[in-house]
Each structure stands twice: as C-alpha cells, then as structure tokens.
C-alpha cells in the first residue's frame, strides 16, 4: 500500500508493500471524514470553514507538462490486447471521503484501470489527498491493475493545486506486476489511454476553472492551458488516425442545468474533420444525465453524459419529477441541449427536506471495436454495484465512423426503484445514441 509519507511529501522512500493485485484486501478504512449533511450546498458555513485556509493562493506553477516526450509524451498504451476486454473505472467528484464515496469504491472494484474526474473536497489540500487516495490513511480509491490516472477539477484549485501535482500525480500512471511505482508516470493533468481501436482522452478544465474576487467565482471562459493545445495538435494528433475518441473533463461543455463552459469543445473541434463524432463524459454537475447528440463547430456529434456523482451529495432538482428552475439561472438559450434523461430516483432526505439521489459510477469496457458504457449506482447502501443503464458503440477504424448500437435503461424492469425520469421535452431514449 501507498505510503502515508509518501503521499503526504514525496518525501519518504518506503517502497510499496503490497501488489496492486490485492490492495483492496489490504486496506484498513478509516471512518469517514465527512457525511452528506456537511456537504450539502446549503451548508454554507461548512465551506466557509473549509475554504478560509485557502484563500487568495496563487495557482500552482510551473504548469507541469511532459517536458521529455521522447521518454514520456503522456500517451499510455493499453496493456492487454485490442481482442481481449478492457475495463476502466471512472469516477467523479468522487474524493470526499464519505461513507458514500467507500461503497462506490468498493463496488466499481478493482478493473485493468481507473480514472477519477476531478475534486477531492473541501479544497484538495494535502490531508485530503491522503485521506482519499493513501491506503495508509484510509483511502479506498480503487487502484487499477494496470493503471490509474487522476484529473483535476475547480475543487483541487481552492487550495491552488499544489497537493494534487505534487503529491498524487506521482503514484498516477502505468503499473506493471510486482513493482511498486509506475513504470510511465502522469506527469501533467492531461493524458492519453490507447489501444488500436479506442484513445480516452483526459483533459484538465479545472486549472484555470477560478476566477474573481480572491479567486472563489467559476469561470466561465476557462479553457484548455496552451501546453495542453499543443499536446493534442502535435503529440496525440486527433486527425490523423480512425480510433474512436472518448473525451473525460472535469467540466461540462454544455448543460441543461447549469453554466456552460464551451472552449474546450471549441479547440477539440478545430482539430478534427467534420463527421467524426465523439463520446464526452464529464463531472461537476453531482447528478447522473444523458443527451443526444450536439453539435460541434465543425457539425460533429458529441455525445455526452454527466456521471460525477461519485461521493458527493447528489441534490435532486425536484423530487417530485421533472425539471425545475435551475439552480444558477440558466439562461433560456440553454433550451435542454438535446437532454435525454437524468437520474431523479431518490435515496434519502436529510436536513428534513433536502432529497438526495443515488451515487455512482462508471466502467468502460473496451474489446476490438466494440465498446460497452455500463452506469451503476450505489444500490441503496450495499452489496454489489446495480447497473442502471449501459450503453454500446463501435468504431469503424477505416472510416472513423462512431456508431451507437444498442441503450438499455435497467430501471424500467420493475425490480428497482422509480425509473430514470426521461426529458420532458420529448426526446426518446434512442437519441443518445443517435438512433
């Protein structure tokens, strides 16, 4: 296991005493640290307290990038054959160290890989890091076999993102049997996971995600940092190959219920020719939400689905069903940006009125062309994670056409709670896929 001294400074030399294989028999959990009481918007106070210690710190620099592409340029290959089935973890705004965020970590359970889509909470400082990803600490992050990468979003910022680059980045990247340390480090925010058939793609949208006054205001103009701009054109060469491309962010490019966050889109879309469509997930929002497709500027299709509920609490907008006045005001040009569905089955209430929905997570499946999406929740607070929805695509790797084959909504067999509750503006369950 990770440790403690290690993941708190990089400053110790204790090699890892576990094989990856079994880290989840040899991690002791430490109680949680918070409950969704204290992490409700509505606690204001909470985050107050939380956020003074990091106020007004400037953000960590230099940019960290790879700066030796010849010997590592952030694109990690897949270390099994394109034939045999690949499984990748993700989770987002999953690090809050709460009971929640320990049973989703243990039901995604131990896959080839890992991905988390950014903010560990309150603020992503040290101790926070520890307590989410140190075996030592507590942390139950779900280490993959072969490898875990970690992104960053607005939350790891507050605190200028100093711990996330400095203290989890160097234990993220490629493992392989009986070593301790990856053998290809992530180095930088962003990354690349490839094989002949698929690239998943991590971008970071939280580095400049701070604005305004003492740097507490989201901003909405955030985009890609120009290293990451020119890791894509040059390095990881968007155009220049048929793979089927998988977007994760931390931010939304577009959203049905809250703010909009579009360059990152913008960029990705000057790099590739019309007719390739994208798959794009992302975090931020707290509430599971599919759409149909959208256009880029190019007039691709992205495809995009919000999955970070992770371990954060999941604030339904109107628990009584559909959609009501968004929190921050979107405008109405928003119209519902082709929304699909989104997760409105409640879990709990707490504070006597506010209804939480259910957490969850995501694993990818990945063989030859095929690639299945399977959505799970927390299953009401035990066993097993319970599949709520999958999805299939392939990829054409001579034409680079993305195809959607098959969505199945698992709530509606009557054997689980009330259904997803699908868009109210008409849109049918085959559209996000663009059947």
Known sequence: MRDKNELLGLSGTTPLANNLRSIKESVVKAPPAYNMDGLIA??????????????????????????????????????????????????????????EAQLIAQQAGIQDYSIHLGDTYYVGNEKEIAENFNTDEGGTWPYGTLGSF??????????????YFTQLLPYMGTYVEN?????????????????????????????????????????KKLDLTPEQKDWLQNTVKLNEDKRGIIILSHHQCFSAFEDEFPNPAKFISS????????????????????YGPNKLDNGSNIFARCIGNGG??????????????PRNNVPASHENRNLVL????????????????????VILTLQAN???????????GSGAGRKVLDETWTIDTTTGILKGTSITDHTINGNQPAALQLSLFGAWLKDAIGG
């Open 342 to 361: 989104y997760d409105q089955r409640k879990r709990q209430v707490v504070k006597g009125n506010i209804a939480l929905g259910h957490n969850g997570y």
């Open 42 to 99: 509505e606690n204001k106070w909470a985050w107050i307290k939380k956020n003074v210690s990091s106020i007004g710190k400037n953000k960590f620099k230099p940019y960290p990038y790879y700066h030796d592409p010849q010997n590592n340029n952030g694109i990690f290959k897949i270390q099994k054959p394109s034939a045999d089935p690949v499984t990748v973890a993700l989770l987002s705004d999953w690090a809050a160290d709460t009971a």
């Open 179 to 219: 070593q301790d340390l990856p053998v290809q480090v992530q180095q930088a925010s962003f990354f690349c996971l490839e094989n002949d058939h698929w690239r998943i793609i991590g971008l970071d949208t939280g580095y400049d995600s701070l604005t305004g006054f003492l740097g507490l205001s989201p901003n």
């Open 150 to 163: 970690a992104m960053v979003g607005n939350h790891e910022m507050y605190s200028n993102g100093q711990s």
């Open 271 to 290: 790099l590739m020719s019309p007719g390739r469509d994208i798959l794009w997930l992302w975090g931020h929002e707290h509430w599971f939400s599919v």
């Open 312 to 325: 954060m609490p999941v604030e339904l907008y109107n628990p009584d069903g559909g959609i009501k006045k």
């Open 370 to 380: 095929q690639l299945t999406i399977g959505y799970f929740d927390d299953n009401g």
